[in-house]
């Protein structure tokens, strides 16, 4: 068996995976290690091939560019196994399987595609989800949030909050990794725990304010909400506390609003004066 090092993201992975592949093992002997060290990074892509003194050919190099894009969210995926299952993709698309990411039922796609939209709808969940709560350090304000991803998002949806929170200085601390915003370019830190997070500020209020005056009873579906705003996410969310009383009052305010449609209905229809 052959013990693999390697940094622990998409760009560690195929450093090595390349590696690999120059020498012929077969990813049955591959015991993959995730490391610290910072690797640099190899192209994978179509069109992209081995250095010129790799001992590799060109044509063993190249990959369809879509499975370089699910393997690139899947690297974000917590699934221990992921990085194996990824080298074992990657042996059979440049050993005769060219067209492999194209047989959807194949148990190891089908792994991969499934590892790819559980991330994806992570990223989804941590652009949604994120609320920010200002902190006053040094005479400036910092808007700082605290959140904690399915998987490892951050970087992948930090551009997200960079171009919509653009003239805001701005913090997301997660477990993980931090990512950080000083109005000009993003930088990422070390994961921090909860405690570094700060408490609730006047923003909280607002938030609360405006959640309420949009919540509409007549379109409640509890269980699509929960489909969407999973438990799991809502011990972060200032909007919380008023989710259980809201949904307790919407079948009543759905009463009212039928009531209060019915007399109007009633009533007759005013009369306008001929010109």
């Given at each position: 068996m052959r013990t693999v090092v390697f940094a622990p993201t998409f760009d560690g992975w195929r450093?090595?995976?390349?590696?690999?592949?120059?020498?012929?093992?077969?990813?049955?002997?591959?015991?993959?290690?995730?490391?610290?060290?910072?690797?640099?990074?190899?192209?994978?892509?179509?069109?992209?091939?081995?250095?010129?003194?790799?001992?590799?050919?060109?044509?063993?190099?190249?990959?369809?560019?879509?499975f370089v894009e699910a393997a690139q969210w899947a690297a974000c995926?917590?699934?221990?196994?992921?990085?194996?299952?990824?080298?074992?993709?990657?042996?059979?698309?440049?050993?005769?399987e060219r067209g492999l990411m194209e047989v959807a039922p194949d148990p190891d796609v089908h792994r991969l595609l499934r590892m790819e939209?559980?991330?994806?709808?992570?990223e989804h969940k941590m652009k949604a989800f994120v609320r920010f709560r200002s902190v006053e350090h040094e005479g400036e304000t910092r808007y700082v949030a605290w959140f904690e991803p399915e998987h490892d998002v951050?970087?992948?949806?930090?551009?997200?909050?960079?171009?919509?929170?653009?003239?805001?200085?701005w913090s997301i601390l997660t477990?993980?990794?931090?990512?950080?915003?000083?109005?000009?370019?993003?930088?990422?830190?070390?994961?921090?725990?909860r405690s570094a997070a700060p408490g609730e500020d006047e923003l909280e209020a607002l938030w609360k304010t405006y959640y309420a005056s949009t919540f509409n009873p007549g379109r409640l579906r509890p269980g699509a909400m929960r489909?969407?705003?999973?438990?799991?996410?809502?011990?972060?969310?200032?909007?919380a506390p008023l989710i259980a009383p809201l949904l307790h009052d919407a079948p009543a305010r759905v009463r009212r609003m039928i009531e209060q449609r019915s007399?109007?209905?009633?009533?007759?229809?005013?009369?306008?004066r001929d010109t």
């Open positions: 450093v090595a995976a390349r590696a690999l592949l120059v020498e012929g093992v077969e990813p049955r002997s591959v015991v993959w290690q995730a490391g610290d060290d910072q690797q640099p990074l190899l192209g994978l892509a179509d069109g992209q091939s081995a250095d010129a003194t790799s001992p590799a050919t060109p044509d063993v190099m190249r990959v369809p560019r879509r995926h917590r699934d221990a196994e992921r990085w194996g299952l990824l080298y074992r993709v990657l042996w059979r698309l440049t050993h005769g939209k559980a991330v994806r709808r992570a951050v970087e992948h949806a930090a551009p997200f909050f960079a171009e919509r929170f653009a003239s805001m200085a477990p993980g990794v931090c990512a950080h915003w000083d109005g000009e370019s993003l930088s990422f830190s070390p994961g921090v725990p489909a969407e705003m999973p438990l799991r996410y809502w011990k972060n969310l200032p909007e007399e109007e209905l009633k009533r007759p229809p005013r009369r306008t």
